[in-house]
Structure formats: structure tokens, C-alpha cells
């Protein structure tokens, strides 16, 4: 790459820290519970890490400018956009996706009532919606309708299938099983 | 006779989408996989003067880059026909890098191919391209002198003027006239999922494609011409769509771009559009302006509708969205003229976008109806309800199925129209001035031209597989197959999977123009029915079958089980029978070839469309509060689904009338607010709750299971309702989409 020679140079002060990169490094990832090591480029973001390196492809690339939330996952319990997230920077981090929320073969409430109310068309930007949704429940910001579509309002859904989406983060939050 | 049809399944690839399992045409695991990066001009007209990629080419991780200047020639250039034809579908006549020519901007110059995403994107950004400019042309504005009217459109399947009767003399001679010009903002679709295209050559040069697309075989067919490879070495695979809204309706040069980058540099190569370049490389609804005259008798009963339509489109096709179709039939009228005027200018090509046309086109029309209802002092409802035709005004033909009337008048009572108030500002809720607003909704019915196929298999354990080559892009598809297998073959619904997704599967055409449902259904229908009668022959003829010399016709299956109609003890099972037989399956073929083009019938699915908004006196602010649509679209196969996909299209109308429009930088030539953080579609926030209801209508005409469609409809009419009661909260009269807070300041303080 260009910048090989000039960013290699290391800055001689004691409380500076390593230079990592810019070719490939060591990084480990530890992603729902499991603890992975990959050999990547600093630059990768989080996404690109769990969906071209870990074929982790649950978590979705929308926009990958941050805009439309379908690359939402967890870092240490928080939503984070995992688009505007380096995979470097999560490392002694927990990293959660979907494909770490079911309980085995139990599904999460919240998975199963996004089915039971047809809260998605296409899926593609169901992921996300499902970890915010989920999120937003431990983050007490389901209190009503009104709060349910302002704290949602970062998953963009272009199948509009938002009327069902706040129905299945409402049965979850009231304990229904679905309709 | 159809248990399973028209109830509410839930999707059966449900469980993958929330798991995070479906893997859509970027995500299936590849070894040896490179990563191609589409670099776009950056101007819209121009000649390229130099290529200089020795530093891309030098740069880590780099297998090549692509340009005019080394990209293989096209085989040939196939035209452009709408997907559902079934042929080679481009989105447009043209393949970019076969020459230093630039049309628009973001037309690809070049893809570079390097072993990670990361240094793909690095290095697209070192390949330096000089180009020589003219200043462009991309605005309405700048073409409205120099327009011209086509001969055809829409792929040369529309004519580009539409007469019936006298309209000068029905205009002179109505007693109110209506006459209002609307204009229209770009709309892009912004499915969630950017176009991707993951292609890989085997080592006798067959060539797989993963691509995210409406419908496989239209890439397969696409891919094929322009590479000059005999279709069968071409397999599509289609699993799973991120959405698409007519963005995947027609096959862009990226698909065919990744195979040849695959061939390149001899590993399988994936190609994802960024969300920029998803404005730039698959299509748009056109900037576009209509004029509308309305003659009508003091009655309200419309004498005359003259309907002309300026559109940008680009130096290569004559292409507007046909937006003077439904508003020409959907009332009982005499005098009618229709125009279509295109003007050239340096933009791609537009395309299909959901409701193509009537989107547009119904705002116009039931903008200038809710005007004619205050002119003469009806009620808009009632207006509509006097208008109604119960043939094609067009030809003169019964309509194989309307439930117009029914859908009104649903409508209105679902919402509560009854008793409004028809002044304007005359509701207030503290800040919130509150207007209700009604519009027409219609969609013609389009049908495939060529045969649709299914295939349908029964195992010995009484388990059957159903075979089409559709894709799943939100539509339920797969869910609704199943329905209709298992009621066509008398077997429970878990008894059957349904399977689509690739083009080696029985060949059937793009879902497109709410055909896609209609055109399986009748395939898989006739796949299962002959399934059945071919099980029924073998028992009655089978001297150890219960049925032994029973006539076919006096068997009836259910739950698996062949019985006679009169004697339901006297029967067995298909299992049984296939057991004792030792034969291990039992497999069919449908084959369903679509009505011809004149059926003696007009085919439209009608609608009504109705809202309530709250305008904010002070910031201009419009919120639609609640939203009630009704429609007749023929058999419906799975409520569930059906009324997900109509809701949806309901909201996708709230974002046309309030939010979404892409607009251009004139100096430069580029789509200003080419994201998703400027591209504004609707949030959570933005969306209410919807009432979706559809009336039963006999519908035995479009196709064998009378299945007319759900994905446009959805859409029609919604501008106008909230254009209407916008007007009857503020007393302004939108006429230009979205409408924008300021023209409502201007107007209401």
C-alpha cells in the first residue's frame, strides 16, 4: 500500500501507544462468547470483520455510512453501528449479533414475535432492528407508542414495516406470545 | 374447496431472517473469494482523455483494474423489454467502459478487483482518470424546449399518445373545468439492501452468479447476451432479496461487470454497490411534470381529461413511467387525450419504481377530483362513487373484476368519513390544524407473454417439493406457493416445501408489476392439479386400490387422502398407494399460458385510499395521524403477507408525498443528496398505524386462481389522500411532491 514506508514510523515517547498496522495484525475478536483470531488490516471495520472474515453475515451492510441502522449489534451490552466501528477497537469487548441472541434452538422473545406479528418483508434490515429492538427494552425506552417510534427511529425499514415492529416490541415488553 | 388458501401463514423463512441465517446474494461463503470496487465519473458529460492506474495497479492486494480501455467488448446489446416479457431485461441500452464516452454521472469508468474489500476501496482511490467536460444537462428546466414525443415508451410497450373521442369539443363543452400542473421530484428506492453480484467461473467456464434480483432468469438472460455465453453454462442464484421496489425489477451492468471481472482475474469475485452508487447505477423514478385538465358537467360526472406528461430520461431510451394509464380508464369519461413528452439529458436511464406510474400519475388525477368535489360542492366519496365505470372506458369491456364501489365505500366507513366538515381549517387540536383527504387508488393488471412453469413432486412418504424459479424479496412468495400446493393437492400445508430461487428450477418470469403472485400461482396451481389427476389415474387404475375403476372425476383429496366424493370410506392415502406400488415418487410439470393480450376484458385492480394529517400552524410540520386503504386485488393467497405488502405500500406513499426526493446539482451533474442520511424515506417515527382491508370480488379471468396482485397498489393514491387532507387542514392545495413545509408557511399563516 502507499502508505507502508511513512506510517510504519513509531513515536519514541514512553506513554505513546504501539503502532499497529497499517498491514495485517493480530486481532482478537470476542464474538457471542466465542473468541476468535483474525489477521486484519487496522482499517476493517467491525461489519466487514464479522461478515467477511467470520462469515458471521447476520449483521447487514446498508448504508455502511451509519445512517441506516442495519448493522446494529451490541458491543459490551451497548447498540453500537457496527459500520462505523473499528474491529480493532472491540478488542476486550463482548461483541453481540443476532446470531448470538436465540437460546440455541429457542428462539429470543423478541425474534419470535417479530414473526408473529410480520415485522419484516424482505429481512434485511431485520437484524438490526431486532438488537435495537431488544436494547430498547433493557433501556427502559419502550415506555409507550410514541417513545417506541422515536427510539426506533434509527433502523430504517424500507418494506415500512414499522406499524408491526412497535406490535412485537410491545408484546415483548407486556409479555404477550404473540397474536 | 381452499382451506389453506387465503389464511394467514406465517412466513416460513421467517425463522432464517430473524436468526440472522438467510444469506443474501453477498453472503454466501465463497473460498477464494476477491472483492470488486465500481468506480463512478465523477461528472455527467464528458470524453475520458486518460486512464492512469499504475499506482492502483502497484497497490497492495490488487488483481487488476478494468477500464474502457481494457474491458472486453460486449457480445451484443440485447433492448430494453420490462423483465416480465421473460427475455434479456438491461435496465438500459447501453454497457458502460466500451468507450471514453461519459453520459451521467456515477456511470461506471472502472472496477478494481483486489483480494479484500479494504484494498479494493483503497485502491479505486488512486486509479486517476482526466476527463474533458461539457457542461450537462440534467434538469427538466433545461429540456422543456427540446422535448419531444416518442412514438413509444416503457420499452416500446406503450404508445406515446392515447386518444379516444373529441377532446377540444368535450373540454369546451363541459360546464367546470379543472386545469392544475404537478410536478414531481426524482425518487430513488433505497431498498435496504445495496445490488449485489457475487460471480464464479468454474474450470469448463460455467459461469455461477449470486445476485439479488426480482427475478433469476431475467440476469441469467441479461448476463448471457452480453457475455456471449449460451444461457445454459449461466446459473443465477436468487435466494434471498434485501428488498427491492423496482431497483432489481431490470438487470444493471454490474451484474454482468462481475462475471467479467471474475474471468479477469480467474477467482470468484463479489461486487456490492455502495448506497451511493445505488442512486446511479439501477434506475430512478423520473423528475417529471404533468399537465391535467378536467370537463365536467355540474354534476361532477367527468365529460373530458386531457393528460400531458414531461419527463427526463436519458441519451439512450425513450423511457418515462406510464403515468397517464390509470387516471385515462379509472372513470366512466368519453373525451381523452393523453400525452407523453420526453426530453434527453445526461442522466441514466429511469425505471420502473414501485406503482410506476399511477404513483405519479393518481396524484394528479385525485388532486384535481378533490378540487372538481369543492368546486361543485359534493362530497369527494360521492364524487368517485358517480364516476365509477363498470367497463373499460378504453374499449368498451366488462371488467373481469372492479369492486371499486365496494373499495369506497369500505373505505369510508372503516375511517369514519361520514358527517366531515368539507371546509378546510375548520378542525383544530391546540397547535395541530386536522384535515382528512380520500383518493382513488388503480393498477393495471400486467400479465406475462410467455409460459410460466412450476414443478411438483410427491415422495412415497406422502412429503411434497414445489419448484419454481422465483425469488424471495419480501413478498412472501414461498409462503403463499405452499398454500397454493397444498390446497391444489389436497395435502396439508407441512406436507409441502416450497422451493425457488435459481434458474435451474422450472422457469418462470420476474415478479414484476404486481405479476409475480398471479404468474406463480397459476404455475404452481397447474403443477399440482396435474400432480393429482396423475395420482387419481394411478389408483383407479390399480386393482389393489380401494378406488380400483372409480371415475377420476368422483375422487376428491383431502388431507392426503384420495376418496369418492359419495362414499368417503372407500379411498386411501397417495402414500399408501405409492408404498404398495414401490414406487419411491411421482412428479409433474405446469405449464400455464397467460390469457392473449385481448381477453374481451378490461383487467385493473382498484382501491380507496384515506388519511388524516396534522399540520402544525406555526412550523408547517405535516404528520399523518392515521391511514385506512381498501382493495380489491382479486383472490388473496395469504392475508398475513398481503396486508403487510399493502401496509407497506401505503407508507411507501406517505414517503413520496412528504419526504422523498433526490435532487440534482445542476452545475455539476451529480444527485445532491445521494445517502440515506439526505435521501429522507420514512422512519418509525414518521409512520402511523394502518387499517388494511380487501373486498372479495369474482375475479376468473387474469388467471387461474383469479390472483391480481398486491405490491403497486399499496402505493396508489396515497399522495393525493394526504395531499387532500392536507388541503383540508390548511386550505393549501400541494401540487408538487414531496410537499415542502415552506410552500405550506407561505400559504397557511
Not at chain 2, 369527494?380 to 378504453?394: K, M, Y
Request: aromatic share 6%; with cysteine.
Amino acid at each position: 500500500m502507499r502508505s507502508n514506508t511513512q506510517a510504519s514510523a513509531r513515536v519514541e515517547t514512553p506513554d505513546t501507544a504501539v503502532v499497529r498496522g497499517p498491514g495485517d495484525v493480530e486481532v482478537w475478536l470476542s464474538v457471542n462468547g466465542a473468541a476468535h483470531r483474525l489477521a486484519i488490516e487496522p482499517r476493517v471495520s467491525l461489519l466487514d470483520a464479522l461478515r467477511d472474515r467470520l462469515e458471521l453475515t447476520g449483521t447487514k451492510k446498508g448504508c455502511n455510512q451509519g445512517a441506516c441502522g442495519a448493522c446494529t449489534v451490541w458491543v459490551d451490552g451497548e447498540r453500537v453501528l457496527s459500520c462505523l466501528t473499528l474491529a480493532i477497537a472491540c478488542e476486550r469487548r463482548e461483541v453481540r449479533t443476532i446470531e448470538g441472541l436465540a437460546d440455541g434452538q429457542t428462539l429470543h422473545p423478541m425474534q419470535a414475535a417479530f414473526i408473529a406479528r410480520d415485522a419484516f418483508q424482505c429481512g434485511y434490515c431485520t437484524p438490526g432492528q431486532i438488537m435495537s429492538a431488544v436494547a430498547l427494552l433493557k433501556e427502559g425506552h419502550a415506555k409507550d407508542d410514541s417513545d417506541i417510534r422515536e427510539w426506533m427511529s434509527g433502523n430504517l425499514c424500507r418494506c415500512a414495516a414499522y406499524p408491526h415492529i412497535r406490535s412485537a416490541i410491545r408484546d415483548v415488553r407486556d409479555g404477550k406470545t404473540g397474536d | 374447496m381452499s382451506p389453506a388458501i387465503g389464511g394467514t401463514l406465517a412466513r416460513l423463512d421467517g425463522r432464517a431472517k430473524v436468526s440472522g441465517s438467510a444469506r443474501y446474494s453477498g453472503e454466501v461463503p465463497i473460498p477464494h473469494l476477491a472483492h470488486a470496487v465500481l468506480i463512478g465519473a465523477p461528472v455527467a458529460n464528458a470524453r475520458i482523455t486518460a486512464v492512469d492506474a499504475t499506482e492502483a495497479e502497484q497497490s497492495a492486494g490488487v488483481l487488476a483494474v478494468l477500464t474502457h480501455l481494457n474491458l472486453p467488448k460486449v457480445a451484443m446489446q440485447p433492448s430494453l423489454l420490462p423483465s416480465l416479457a421473460g427475455l434479456a431485461a438491461p435496465g438500459h441500452t447501453f454497457f458502460p467502459m466500451q468507450d471514453d464516452t461519459v453520459h451521467y454521472a456515477g456511470q461506471h469508468v472502472a472496477v478494481v478487483v483486489a483480494d479484500t474489500l479494504e484494498r479494493a476501496e483503497h485502491a479505486a482511490t488512486l486509479v486517476r482518470i482526466d476527463y474533458d467536460t461539457t457542461p450537462p444537462v440534467t434538469l427538466l428546466e433545461e429540456i422543456k424546449d427540446q422535448a419531444y414525443e416518442p412514438q413509444k415508451i416503457f420499452g416500446g410497450l406503450l404508445p406515446g399518445r392515447q386518444v379516444r373521442g373529441d377532446i377540444e369539443a368535450g373540454l369546451r363543452d363541459a360546464e367546470v373545468r379543472v386545469e392544475a400542473m404537478y410536478e414531481f421530484a426524482a425518487n430513488h428506492h433505497n431498498p435496504i439492501e445495496p445490488s449485489t453480484t457475487t460471480a464464479a467461473w468454474d474450470e469448463v467456464g460455467r459461469l455461477t452468479l449470486y445476485d439479488g434480483i426480482q427475478g433469476p432468469t431475467s440476469t441469467q438472460l441479461t448476463a448471457a447476451a452480453f457475455l456471449g455465453v449460451p444461457p445454459a453454462q449461466i446459473r443465477v442464484v436468487s435466494n434471498y432479496v434485501g428488498g427491492s421496489f423496482g431497483s432489481k425489477a431490470m438487470v444493471w451492468p454490474h451484474a454482468t461487470l462481475a462475471a467479467m471481472a471474475a474471468r479477469h482475474v480467474g477467482r470468484p469475485v463479489r461486487l456490492a454497490l455502495n448506497r451511493e452508487q445505488m442512486f446511479t447505477s439501477c434506475g430512478h423514478r423520473e423528475q417529471q411534470r404533468q399537465h391535467l385538465t378536467l370537463g365536467a358537467r355540474a354534476d361532477g360526472k367527468l365529460v373530458a381529461v386531457r393528460h400531458h406528461k414531461l419527463s427526463l430520461t436519458s441519451h439512450f431510451d425513450d423511457w418515462a413511467e406510464p403515468s397517464l394509464q390509470s387516471p385515462a380508464i379509472i372513470y366512466d369519461y368519453p373525451n381523452y387525450e393523453g400525452i407523453y413528452r420526453l426530453g434527453r439529458g445526461n442522466i441514466n436511464t429511469p425505471t420502473f419504481t414501485r406503482a410506476p406510474g399511477e404513483a405519479t400519475g393518481m396524484f394528479a388525477m385525485e388532486s384535481a377530483m378533490d378540487e372538481l368535489a369543492e368546486r361543485i360542492g359534493v362530497d369527494p366519496v360521492e364524487l368517485r362513487l358517480r364516476n365509477c365505470s363498470d367497463t373499460d372506458p378504453a374499449t368498451g369491456d366488462p371488467w373481469s373484476s372492479s369492486g371499486l364501489r365496494e373499495c369506497l365505500e369500505r373505505g369510508a366507513e372503516l375511517f369514519g368519513w361520514a358527517g366531515r366538515d368539507p371546509r378546510p381549517r375548520q378542525r383544530r387540536e391546540g397547535n395541530w390544524l386536522i384535515g382528512t383527504g380520500m383518493a382513488t387508488a388503480a393498477y393495471p393488471h400486467a400479465q406475462p407473454v410467455n409460459p410460466q412453469r412450476a414443478r411438483a413432486r410427491i415422495y412415497s412418504d406422502g412429503s411434497v417439493i414445489v419448484e419454481a424459479g422465483v425469488s424471495e424479496f419480501g413478498t412472501g412468495i414461498s409462503t403463499a406457493m405452499t398454500l397454493v400446493a397444498a390446497d391444489g393437492l389436497g395435502v396439508t400445508v407441512d406436507q409441502v416445501r416450497f422451493a425457488g430461487g435459481n434458474t435451474d428450477m422450472p422457469n418462470i418470469t420476474a415478479a414484476v408489476g404486481s405479476a409475480g403472485a398471479g404468474a406463480a400461482s397459476a404455475a404452481v396451481h397447474l403443477s399440482v392439479t396435474a400432480l393429482r389427476e396423475q395420482l387419481i389415474g394411478m389408483a383407479v387404475a390399480d386393482e389393489q386400490s380401494p378406488l380400483h375403476g372409480a371415475d377420476p372425476a368422483a375422487v376428491v383429496v383431502e388431507g392426503g387422502r384420495m376418496a369418492l366424493r359419495d362414499r368417503p370410506d372407500a379411498g386411501e392415502t397417495y402414500s399408501a398407494m405409492l408404498q404398495r406400488k414401490l414406487v419411491p415418487d411421482v412428479e409433474a410439470i405446469g405449464n400455464w399460458i397467460p390469457p392473449a393480450q385481448d381477453v374481451g376484458h378490461g383487467m385493473h385492480t382498484f382501491g380507496a385510499q384515506f388519511a388524516e394529517v396534522g399540520v402544525d400552524a406555526e412550523l408547517g410540520l405535516i404528520r399523518v395521524r392515521r391511514m385506512v386503504g381498501v382493495f380489491a386485488p382479486g383472490r388473496v393467497l395469504n392475508r398475513r403477507t398481503a396486508h403487510s405488502q399493502l401496509m407497506g405500500g401505503m407508507l411507501w406513499g406517505l414517503g413520496q408525498t412528504l419526504l422523498e426526493a433526490t435532487r440534482m446539482d445542476a452545475r455539476s451533474g451529480r444527485w445532491a443528496n445521494a445517502s440515506l442520511a439526505d435521501y429522507l424515506v420514512p422512519v418509525n417515527a414518521d409512520s402511523p398505524d394502518v387499517v388494511v382491508d380487501t373486498v372479495e370480488v369474482h375475479e376468473n379471468v387474469v388467471n387461474p386462481l383469479g390472483v391480481k396482485g398486491v405490491g403497486e397498489i399499496g402505493v396508489v393514491g396515497v399522495a393525493a389522500a394526504i395531499g387532500n387532507a392536507v388541503y383540508h387542514a390548511t386550505g393549501y392545495r400541494a401540487r408538487s411532491l414531496p410537499i415542502a413545509l415552506d410552500d405550506i408557511l407561505s400559504q397557511a399563516s
